[in-house]
């Protein structure tokens, strides 16, 4: 399946689907905006150059967003190669093990996302729905609505955003839900 985003614009939900979906909506309802997109999963805020039709804009995202052609043969893992700082010694201790330093690194990473505990689990939803939520961070309920959220407080949230976009608030009410059904689980 692929990433599924939504653009909000004027603190109203105008499009939501696949990255191409929504800026071809956005440039056909509201060709001069340039709304906040986020990524439904992570809750990030993706910056994208909204100047020119559709087709401009989609022809200038950056490759990061733009998913790879399907090509013949094994799939690629999606490898993505960074910095990281460690100490001497550390690099001395993943020198030395089984599959070198990157394969040691991997396995306790995911041994790490695989014993997270639940308020863990919790605390990176409700920070991915924050920040979803900033944009209306001057709105009326927004300081009510987060406190509900980190609180795990259903009918406190429910109230704070009883006044905010319509579908905005049942995108955020089923991203709250989620974090709940976390604890369970």
Known sequence: MNKQYIA???????????????????????PDSEPYLFEMDNG???DIDWSGDADQVIKNLPAALVPPA??????????????????PE????????????????????DAAMNTMT????????????????????DDEGF???SRAMYRLDGTSFKAAIANWNTDLAAIFLQKFN??????EG
């Open 90 to 109: 550390h690099w001395d201790w993943l020198a030395v093990q089984r599959g070198g330093a990157s394969i040691t690194l991997r396995r306790l990473i």
């Open 118 to 137: 639940t308020a863990q689990q919790q605390r990176i939803k409700q920070d991915q729905l924050y920040r979803m939520m900033r944009v209306f961070e």
């Open 70 to 87: 399907k090509k013949r043969g094994r799939p690629k893992l999606g490898v993505v190669s960074k910095e990281v700082t460690l100490l």
């Open 44 to 46: 990030n805020r993706i």
């Open 178 to 183: 989620a974090i709940v059904s976390v604890g």
């Open 143 to 145: 300081e009510a609505a």
């Open 8 to 30: 909000i614009y004027d603190k109203r939900l105008v499009a939501q689907g696949e990255l191409a979906t929504v800026v071809q909506i956005v440039k056909s309802q509201f």
